[in-house]
C-alpha cells in the first residue's frame, strides 16, 4: 500500500496533485494553485488548502479542464499505477481533433506557409 497523509485524512492540495502525478514537480503544482487553476468543491484555493476523500479537484491544464474526484490522499509520489487508485477522473471527453474551431490553422510542423497558403488563408479571414 502506498503512504498516505497524516492519519490518512487531509493532505495538502499542491503535494496531492504531484504525488497522484497530475504535475511533474509540486513547484508546478502550487504555481498552478497560485494562478487559480486549480478548484476544490468549485471554488479557487491556495496551495495549502487540504483535500480529504470525496472532493472534487477542478484542474486546468493545457487548455482544457479536468476534474478529479479524490477516493484516497497521499502526500509521498508513488508508482503511476497506485496514482491512479487514489482519484476517478471525471473529466469530459477532449475535442476531436480536427475539429474546425472557426479559425484557421495549419497542421503542426508543417513550415512557413507559401504565398499560395497566404493567399488561401486570407481568403479564409476575408481579407482577400
Known sequence: MAAGAPGGQKARVDAWLWAVRLYKTRSAATAACRAGHVQVGGERVKAAATVVPGDRVRVRKNGREFVYEVRRTIVKRVSAAAA???????S????????????????????????KDRRQLDRLRGRG
Open 84 to 90: 491512479a487508485e487514489c482519484y476517478v477522473d471525471h
Open 92 to 115: 469530459p471527453p477532449p475535442p476531436p481533433r480536427g475539429v474546425f474551431s472557426g479559425v484557421p490553422q495549419r497542421e503542426r510542423g508543417a513550415g512557413r506557409p507559401t504565398k
